[in-house]
């Protein structure tokens, strides 16, 4: 039995294979997932921003919603935009040091209400 | 890492040869075959247009052992095209006025008769082709290559992966991008991609298994970093597909990548690409004669359909047109996004 029908000993929620298959999210909705595709297409083409750095910027996000599809596929889309791995990496720094101050930032509420409370 | 590898062939590799390489591509399970995704787009059987560039390897010896070689070139092989059938190409070119005379290998430039060969190529009128290293002109014996090379106003096509050295080095071997940049800057120092009309190319093969991103980007990228980080120039940017033959095709099948890669390319099968794919317009000459279709099938010994001349002695010009091109699952890698060729993407 495959993993990929969950039926398995090695069943995982996550299996690199279902990427592939995106598509047949059209199956369901086809007339919403062709508004989804052809907006993902249009965001992601050359515009104001070039394709490399918003290739970049959705590696980035990728970490930030921890989608393991879209690391795999912002990874490989990355290096063949011509971007290397110290840009990546920094890419990746970028979305940890939002997530991470985010959390640090919301400090500030908890000192308002300590001093709410406080003496 | 050592700059030096022992080629498949040395190592005894188990893919070291084309019959294996060749049961190897066949039994990845695709989509469909490259004939039928051909027949989808109309071009099945695929057949030459016109010939315009007769691409001619010389032999398999080169000073570095590239990790996506196709050739499974490097220092420990020996192979070289002899003196008969050098000058049975150089008739060819002039009997059929054939443009362009694209000399490959290995270095083309450790062939003994090298020189020889660009000389009366340029005689011949032909548009000659050569694609280097940029490493082999550094060594005392061949320093002379470059002046050679702009006196009879040879294309240089030059490799270089990336603009640092740790992804150059990595696919092509230690010191060989510090290297690289010395010959681009004996190259551009003669006028070679510095607008005298002496015209120098790179190609990029991309430093891993994944497909070339957009060339015109990416040589736009090439040219700034180049020019900042060096003071080079050069004319454009060739991007070109990493061929699942001989070293590549060994590195993906032991990480276990040979499926994913293949199907990457057969998934991203592109008829405007199929139509321009450079064996419709190239003959592929052997270092012992033999003919191809393209330096591809050379390595995978797969020659010009039955009927076809066998050698460049009895190649007929009416009798390659009428030919069959002959085609493997590894042609997906030439027909895959903006599709590549020697001269890089073609759609």
């Known amino acids: ?68 599809y879209c690391i795999d596929a912002y990874s490989t889309d990355a290096l063949e935009k011509g971007s290397n791995v110290d840009q990546m990496t920094e890419a990746v720094h970028v979305a940890a040091a939002i997530r991470g101050g985010a959390s640090l930032v919301h400090g500030v509420q908890m000192r308002n209400h300590v001093h709410a409370l406080g003496m | 890492m050592g700059r030096i590898l022992a080629t498949l062939q040395k190592r ?26 051909l027949g989808s787009s109309g071009l099945f059987p695929l057949r030459p247009t016109t010939l315009d560039i007769l691409q001619v390897n010389v032999g398999r010896r080169c000073n570095q052992t590239c990790k996506h070689c196709h050739v499974d070139a490097g220092p420990d092989r020996s192979e070289v095209m002899p003196r008969d059938v050098m000058e049975a190409v150089l008739a060819f070119l002039t009997r059929h006025r054939v443009g362009r005379l694209d000399i490959t290998g290995g270095a083309p430039e450790l062939h003994p008769d090298f020189r020889e060969l660009v000389v009366r190529g340029a005689a011949a009128g032909a ?120 070293r590549f095709l060994e590195f993906i099948d032991e990480r276990g990548r040979t499926v994913d890669y293949m199907t990457r390319l057969a998934n991203a099968y592109n008829p405007v690409a199929a139509a321009s794919v450079m064996c419709r317009n190239t003959l592929s000459v052997g270092y012992d004669g033999r003919l191809y279709d393209c330096d591809f099938n050379q390595m995978l010994e797969m020659p010009l359909a039955d009927g076809a001349p066998r050698t460049i002695f009895d190649a007929s010009l009416a009798a390659l047109h009428e030919r069959e091109i002959a085609v493997g699952p590894h042609c997906f890698g030439c027909t895959a996004g903006a599709g590549s060729s020697c001269g890089g993407a073609v759609a």
Not at chain 1, 8 to 26: C, P
Not at chain 2, 13 to 28: F, H, Y
Not at chain 2, 190 to 202: A, D, F, K, S, V
């Open chain 1, 1 to 68: 039995m495959s993993e990929s029908t969950g039926q398995g000993a090695k069943r995982t929620y996550y299996d690199a294979a279902d990427l592939g298959k995106f598509g047949e999210i059209a199956e369901g909705a086809p007339d919403l997932a062709r508004k989804f595709f052809d907006w993902y297409g249009a965001v992601f083409a050359e515009g104001a921003l070039t394709a490399r750095e918003k290739s970049l910027i959705a590696l980035a996000v990728s970490h930030a919603v921890q989608c393991p």
């Open chain 2, 12 to 37: 005894g590799a188990e893919l070291s040869g084309a019959d294996a390489q060749r049961a190897l591509l066949a039994s990845v399970p695709l989509p469909r075959s490259f004939e039928a995704a």
């Open chain 2, 127 to 246: 548009h000659v082709m050569h694609r280097c290293n940029l490493t082999a002109i550094l060594l005392p014996n061949y320093a002379d290559i470059p002046a050679l090379l702009a006196a009879h106003r040879v294309e240089v096509i030059a490799s270089l992966p990336y603009f640092q050295a740790r992804e150059t080095d990595a696919q092509r071997g230690a010191g060989v991008f510090d290297e690289s940049i010395e010959g681009l800057r004996r190259l551009n120092a003669l006028g070679y991609g510095r607008g005298t009309g002496l015209e120098l190319n790179l190609v990029a093969n991309p430093v891993g298994t994944f497909l070339p991103g957009d060339q015109a980007s990416l040589e736009t990228m090439w040219k700034r970093e180049l020019k900042q980080r060096f003071d080079l120039d050069f004319d454009h940017l060739f991007t070109i597909t990493n061929m699942p033959i001989s």
